[in-house]
């Protein structure tokens, strides 16, 4: 089980995911942050970032906020 943070930018011009010196992610997405529509785009463009099934990560916590923290297993 691995965690990874992020930072979300919803409602952006265009979908991108750029890696910060911290570690972090940055992750800008199209879809507004409404009824979740941004962070099943979050999800879908980290999963495809690294390489692994949508089905691999969880949101545990940030559900409702820009900085969020993503479980990977």
Known sequence: MKF???IARAGARERRVTKNPDGTLTVR???P???GQAN???IAQV???LG???TSIQI???QTYFRKKLQID
Do not use: N, Q
């Open 60 to 62: 545990v916590s940030g």
């Open 4 to 6: 990874v943070e992020v």
């Open 33 to 35: 942050p409404d009824k």
């Open 52 to 54: 692994i099934p949508k």
């Open 29 to 31: 997405t199209t879809r």
């Open 40 to 42: 099943r785009d979050i």
């Open 47 to 49: 999963a495809e970032y």
